[in-house]
């Protein structure tokens, strides 16, 4: 029974219609991107927030975000490809606060939203599994430089900001999944992106600003991209 089971399943196979067959010897190809990600800020507190008593905690929480980008990919051998995959992302990550005393307009509990409209160029190699049938795994890593069109760095002072630089770096690394279809592919991945940058613009003025010293980035972003 066993056997007969195996030559089923290999008869299946050998069946089975492989679409695109000729992509895989394609030197590049193009496709576009649809994300989902959740982003929250790594932060060190300062030695200020020792010294102090009107702020008791200041923690980061995750947030959620959405992207658009496009999608190039170079073909180096039956192994890697090279990918480079611009994006346009709308994000806001948040830090909670609660405070000894009340504010008068937000209360002892106060939540600060750093909103930001991010370009991203992320620059990643992939490692490509055997192709079996119409499914293929991939792995990826690589870097970013991200520009923040929103940053409010350089804002007039106001005691209720958080503020933050423009420019971030950062390494990222993740999997996906090919499926391939008739007339394109279709590949689901996750990705972890880790900041390295400090992005806090600190200033001893600013209430909610001075209890914090480094402020870095960190995002898990869902991706569905549709390639060609």
Same mark, same amino acid.
Request: hydrophobic share 40%; net charge neutral.
């Given at each position: 029974?066993? !056997?007969?089971?195996?030559?089923?399943?290999? +008869?299946? &196979?050998? %069946?089975?219609?492989?679409? #695109?067959?000729?992509?895989? /010897?394609?030197?590049?190809?193009?496709?576009?991107?649809?994300?989902?990600?959740?982003?929250?800020?790594?932060?060190?507190?300062?030695?200020? $927030?020792?010294?102090?008593?009107? !702020?008791? =905690?200041?923690?980061?929480?995750?947030?959620?975000? $959405?992207?658009?980008?496009?999608?190039?990919?170079?073909?180096?051998?039956?192994?890697?490809?090279?990918?480079?995959?611009? %994006? #346009?992302? $709308?994000?806001?990550? @948040?830090?909670?606060? *609660?405070?000894?005393?009340?504010?008068?307009?937000?209360?002892?509990? /106060?939540? *600060?939203? =750093?909103? @930001?409209?991010?370009?991203? $160029?992320?620059?990643?190699? +992939?490692?490509? &599994?055997?192709?079996?049938?119409?499914?293929?795994?991939?792995?990826?890593?690589?870097? *970013?430089?991200?520009?923040?069109?929103? &940053?409010?760095?350089?804002?007039?002072?106001?005691?209720?900001?958080?503020?933050?630089?423009?420019?971030?770096?950062? =390494?990222?690394?993740?999997?996906?999944?090919?499926?391939?279809?008739? @007339?394109?592919?279709?590949?689901?991945?996750?990705?972890?992106?880790?900041?390295?940058?400090?992005?806090?613009?600190?200033?001893?003025? #600013?209430?909610?600003?001075?209890?914090?010293?480094?402020?870095?980035?960190?995002?898990?972003?869902? &991706?569905?991209?549709?390639?060609?």
């Amino acid at each position: 029974m066993v !056997v007969a089971f195996g030559l089923f399943a290999f +008869k299946a &196979s050998a %069946q089975q219609e492989i679409y #695109l067959e000729e992509h895989d /010897v394609k030197p590049y190809y193009f496709g576009i991107t649809l994300s989902g990600s959740s982003s929250r800020f790594h932060t060190e507190l300062h030695e200020h $927030f020792l010294n102090q008593d009107s !702020v008791m =905690v200041a923690e980061p929480l995750n947030s959620g975000g $959405f992207a658009l980008g496009l999608l190039a990919t170079a073909r180096l051998n039956d192994r890697f490809e090279a990918r480079f995959n611009p %994006q #346009l992302m $709308f994000t806001d990550r @948040s830090i909670y606060y *609660k405070l000894r005393y009340k504010d008068r307009d937000l209360g002892q509990e /106060v939540t *600060k939203k =750093v909103e @930001s409209v991010i370009v991203t $160029f992320p620059v990643h190699v +992939k490692f490509r &599994s055997d192709r079996i049938g119409n499914f293929r795994v991939y792995m990826l890593g690589g870097g *970013k430089l991200d520009y923040d069109l929103a &940053s409010n760095a350089k804002a007039r002072m106001a005691e209720d900001m958080v503020k933050v630089e423009k420019i971030d770096y950062g =390494v990222e690394a993740g999997v996906g999944f090919n499926f391939y279809f008739k @007339s394109f592919i279709f590949s689901p991945e996750i990705k972890i992106s880790h900041g390295l940058r400090d992005l806090h613009a600190r200033d001893v003025n #600013l209430k909610y600003s001075n209890v914090l010293d480094r402020m870095q980035s960190r995002m898990i972003m869902f &991706s569905i991209h549709l390639e060609g």
